[in-house]
């Protein structure tokens, strides 16, 4: 288990603003865990008195809407921190995380946060500029879903995951989402998804090989309409 203090994942995340002394201390109470693929993390509705900083992996944060369907809100990488939004605020979560992949995060609990919260103001503004960009990102999110078509923003869903998570050694998108998944985070039906997909194939925009995905003309994607 590698000491916070060691660790390269912190500098991708607000637990940089942290001193030494206080990772040191942070990394005596902090438990490692492994989350297979598909495992909650936690659930919406959950009081998890604490916050993950994700080490490894790859997993989405959904929302439950009134008609029983999953909403996916975003994606999230190695290096960030989860729950730390549902700790300011001092709520249950309203979110619920679940492995894509894989992944290994580490478990800080809420009382040792707090006390850097309270004591170090840069790990506070820290924290604070990363929920002002979480807080732009959805605001995007809602002007995407009101004025682009289902089209364009599953387009727009494949360029994000290319530049954010990259690809295999085959080009592949290294990140595999369910179709299911694909209509979750553009807010369609499957069937919709599965529709569009297909037509982008015939456009030669992307191949696929099963579930992956491989993107074969960016430039087309990005001008879908």
Do not use: W
């Amino acid at each position: 288990m590698s000491n916070c203090e060691q660790c390269i994942i912190r500098q991708f995340n607000s637990l940089k603003a942290l001193t030494r002394d206080e990772l040191v201390r942070i990394s005596g109470c902090k438990t490692s865990k492994t989350i297979k693929k598909g495992e909650l993390i936690f659930n919406e509705g959950e009081n998890i008195n604490g916050v993950f900083c994700v080490k490894d992996g790859v997993c989405k944060l959904t929302k439950l809407s009134a008609n029983g369907k999953d909403q996916i809100v975003k994606l999230v990488v190695k290096g960030d921190l989860l729950g730390q939004r549902s700790l300011v605020s001092d709520e249950v979560t309203n979110l619920s995380a679940i492995a894509l992949n894989d992944m290994e995060v580490c478990f800080i609990p809420k009382h040792e946060i707090m006390r850097d919260l309270q004591k170090n103001p840069n790990f506070t503004m820290d924290v604070l500029q990363q929920m002002a960009k979480d807080l732009k990102e959805a605001d995007n999110v809602i002007v995407n879903m009101a004025q682009k078509s289902v089209k364009q923003r599953l387009a727009e869903a494949l360029v994000y995951i290319h530049t954010t998570f990259g690809t295999t050694d085959e080009d592949m998108l290294s990140v595999i989402l369910s179709r299911e998944d694909y209509a979750n985070i553009v807010g369609t039906a499957t069937e919709s998804a599965i529709r569009i997909l297909s037509q982008f194939k015939k456009d030669g925009f992307i191949s696929t090989k099963g579930k992956q995905i491989r993107i074969e003309n960016m430039n087309g994607l990005k001008r879908v309409e």
